[in-house]
């Protein structure tokens, strides 16, 4: 099936640092999201991204978080400066838009595991 | 408040049994759902999808949706150990891609060989 690569699998950083983490989406999706995983609970929403905007963003996206995806490469969310509370698994999805009156399925990375320190 | 609610918290079914998950919503704008399956380790995989009341079959797993109640379930058949994972009921209102999904907290499920 579709494949949705993250990199790095693991990351550990102090608090404060900056820190980037990468996906590369389904090569011909044009929907992106990030979605954050506490111990192996609740999928919480981010933000969507779609033609290079921000779609949508929930209250955990908090204003040192951004998202970019520069001249269709990785899909990338950026956090500077950390905190602890941003430990987490974070996953990256992508979607397909077929024009259709109907939701379309995310397609999830295997995540990047960040620690702060 | 959860706007998408899972039940059990955790089931553990022998193997070769039925298991069944439950997930209601409290918000009547979600129309379309989904049940994904995250393994230990791995992002969570889209099992299937259901948007019409009554059930969807995909093999040994059935879906049934009743829009009135906004309750959807899922039944594994003849559950294997392979089965073992964290089931996620995720839904959405739709209509466009950018339409995020909601998760439920989700239900850890056990197969026992």
């Known amino acids: 099936g579709p494949k949705v690569l993250q990199i790095p699998s693991h990351q550990i950083i102090d608090m404060g640092q900056m820190v980037t983490l990468n996906c590369d989406p389904v090569?011909?999706?044009?929907?992106f999201y990030w979605y954050k995983q506490i111990l192996g609970q609740q999928m919480e929403f981010l933000v969507n991204?779609?033609?290079?905007?921000?779609?949508?963003k929930s209250k955990l996206f908090k204003d040192q978080f951004s998202v970019e995806r520069p001249d269709g490469s990785y899909f990338t969310l950026k956090i500077q400066p950390t905190a602890l509370e941003d430990s987490a698994v974070y996953f990256c999805a992508s979607s397909l838009w077929t024009g259709g009156a109907r939701a379309e399925t995310l397609y999830f990375g295997s995540g990047t595991r960040l620690t702060v320190l | 408040q959860q706007k998408v609610q899972q039940s059990p918290e955790s089931l553990s079914v022998p193997e070769g049994g039925m298991a069944s998950l439950n997930c209601t919503s409290s918000d009547r704008n979600f129309q379309y759902f989904w049940w994904y399956r995250q393994h230990s380790g791995e992002g969570p995989k889209a099992l299937m999808s259901i948007f019409s009341d009554g059930d969807k079959k995909e093999g040994r797993f059935t879906a049934h949706l009743n829009k009135a109640s906004l309750h959807v379930s899922l039944h594994i058949r003849d559950s294997q150990p392979s089965d073992s994972a964290l089931y996620f009921c995720a839904a959405s209102e739709g209509s466009s891609s950018f339409s995020k999904l909601v998760f439920g907290q989700g239900t850890s499920l056990s197969v026992v060989p």
């Open positions: 991204f779609y033609n290079g905007k921000v779609m949508e």
């Open positions: 090569s011909n999706h044009l929907y």
